[in-house]
């Protein structure tokens, strides 16, 4: 049973570019949830995509956006890079079952150094 | 808002020592709870969940029990051994309601066993 996968494992960019992460969920989940966890920090939810749709968002600015594709995997991009996104990036996903979500399970994450 | 509160670590015991990691929590509702371990370099790992108040959740000798009067879901072992050193996150999900599946971590816990 695959896992959570996400690519790449590290990343290096510089200030004002651009970049993009990829997740692809556990097999059997359709909802794909991003994280960023600083140094020493818990991880703060960025947003949540469900049926291809962002459903639900944390409190980063717009510079933050994504996308979900039919296979359920999911791509979280970063414009304009500042010194401050860098950072471990989590993917997480789950199982919309009718009432609730299902417990959702993380991947290795990408580490983001931004210099 | 919802909101999670851990001990400050690290926590420092001998191999085969007792483990408290205390976990308090600020919700509305009956959430569910989480705690999630992280080894180094590693991305987060489900430890055990409870959805609602007075359930116990265990595994690999882990226990948390869901204290609704206290708002409290410490971990604990009965005997820890050097693998388990790690970070261990308590997390919330709010209480069903649809859309609501994000996970809020507290800043986490680490543990240093020794021998």
């Known amino acids: 049973d695959a896992g959570v996968t996400q690519s790449p494992t590290h990343l290096i960019k510089t200030r004002g570019q651009q970049v993009t992460l990829r997740c692809s969920p556990k097999?059997?989940?359709?909802?794909v949830s991003w994280y960023q966890q600083a140094l020493g920090q818990g991880p703060q939810f960025i947003f949540q995509y469900y049926e291809e749709e962002e459903r639900q968002r944390g409190n980063f600015p717009d510079r933050f956006s994504g996308h979900q594709f039919p296979n359920y995997s999911s791509e979280l991009n970063v414009n304009a890079l500042l010194l401050g996104d860098s950072a471990l990036y989590l993917c997480?996903?789950?199982?919309?079952?009718?009432?609730?979500?299902?417990?959702?399970?993380f991947g290795p994450g990408t580490r983001l150094l931004v210099l | 808002g919802n909101s999670v509160t851990q001990m400050e670590g690290p926590v420092t015991l001998s191999e085969e020592a007792f483990l408290t990691i205390n976990c308090t929590y600020t919700?509305?509702?009956?959430?569910?709870l989480f705690w999630y371990v992280q080894y180094p370099g590693e991305g987060l790992q489900l430890l055990l969940k409870?959805?609602?108040?007075?359930d116990k959740g265990s595994n690999k000798g882990f226990e948390a029990t869901y204290r609704k009067e206290t708002t409290s879901f410490h971990l604990e072992k009965g005997s820890v051994q050097v693998s388990d050193s790690a970070v261990y996150f308590c997390a919330l999900r709010p209480p069903t309601s649809g859309t609501a599946s994000k996970l809020t971590f507290g800043t986490g816990t680490r543990l240093q066993v020794t021998l």
């Open positions: 997480a996903s789950s199982l919309w079952w009718g009432i609730q979500w299902k417990t959702q399970y």
């Open positions: 409870a959805t609602k108040a007075d």
């Open positions: 097999s059997g989940h359709d909802t």
């Open positions: 919700a509305t509702g009956y959430p569910s």
